[in-house]
Structures are given as C-alpha cells and as structure tokens.
C-alpha cells in the first residue's frame, strides 16, 4: 500500500509537472512564479487526497475544477478558454489511460491488472504520463496563440472534438 501511494504520489507530481509547462506555455502569467508553485502544490495535493481509482467521474472532474481555478488564479485567461483547455487535458489523460491499459492488457491478459499487479502499475503509470505529456506538449506547440491576443476558441473546440471523434471511432471497432 505504501508503494502504491508513493506511485500515485509521483504521477500527480508529474501531471502538474505537464499542466504548468502547458500553461506556461499557453497563458500568460499574472502572478510571481512562486504563487504559481503553491497554486499548484495545493491543487494537487487536494486531488491526491481525494482521489479514488474507482471511481472516475470524482476524479475528473476534481482534476478539471483545480485547473480550472489554477488557471485562472495565475494566468490571465477567460473563463470559458480555462474550461475548454481542462477539458481537453482531461479528455487527452482519459484516452491515452484507456491505451496504455489496453495495450498493457495484452501483457499482463488482465484489462483490470493495474489494479492490483503493482508491476503492472507502474507500467501503466509511466507510459500513461509519458504519453500524455507528449500530446499536452505537441498541442501546445501547435496552438502556442499571441500571449497578448484572446485565443481563437474555435481552433480550440476543433482541437477538442477531433481526438473525441476519432476516440469514438477506436472504441467502435474495439
């Protein structure tokens, strides 16, 4: 159990790793980044002491409300482009979750072996983490908008929906 807390410490560590670059990236800053740092190490450590790996739905959507008030907090952004971009992170984390454990389902002949395989854990962990801060990382670099400028909210949606659709599709033919 407590390596099992120390895994799930370390990937929160690394999903606020990712959403600060993605935010840096993203928004221009408001506040020092020493308030930016506190932001972030409360935000997370609430959504490590309240989460629950079964049940998703809490998860969720505790992860997009501590961004959405991160963001807003420490960056000036509006609150609907703080929606959608929690959203989509949110979105991006789910799938390549759902991947990696389908692919770590064919190793370990188990879909549910994160569960309880510790081994299997620490596989999902790290390659669901690497996966997602790539996508975050790419996708920021793709829509990197003029600081100065509010963001094209469009472009935004259609980043949204379009990993959505084809998710859909995937999940269809599995």
């Given at each position: 159990m ?28 408001k ?16 959504l490590?002491?309240?989460?629950d ?11 997009v409300?501590v961004?959405v008030?991160?963001?807003l ?19 991006i984390?789910?799938?390549?979750e ?28 790290i ?7 790539l ?17 094209n909210?469009?472009t935004?949606?259609?980043f949204c929906?379009?990993?959505l ?10």
């Open positions: 407590m390596f099992e807390n120390l895994c799930y410490a370390v990937v929160f560590l690394a999903e606020a790793m990712t959403a600060k670059l993605y935010f840096d990236l993203l928004f221009e800053k506040k020092k980044n020493s308030f930016i740092h506190l932001c972030f190490l409360i935000g997370y450590f609430i490590f002491s309240i989460f790996s079964t049940v998703f739905i809490v998860n969720a959507a505790s992860f409300i961004n008030v991160i963001i907090l420490s960056y000036k952004c509006g609150i609907f482009t703080a929606i959608l971009h929690t959203l989509y992170m949110t979105f984390m789910s799938c390549t759902y991947l990696v454990v389908l692919f770590l389902t064919a190793i370990f002949k188990d879909y549910a072996a994160y569960t309880y395989n510790f081994v299997a854990m620490v596989s999902f962990s390659l669901s983490k690497i996966i997602y801060f996508v975050i990382v790419i996708t920021a670099k793709v829509i990197k908008p003029n600081k100065k400028e509010e963001k909210l469009i935004i949606l259609l929906i379009l990993p659709a084809s998710t859909t599709i995937v999940v269809s033919f599995v």
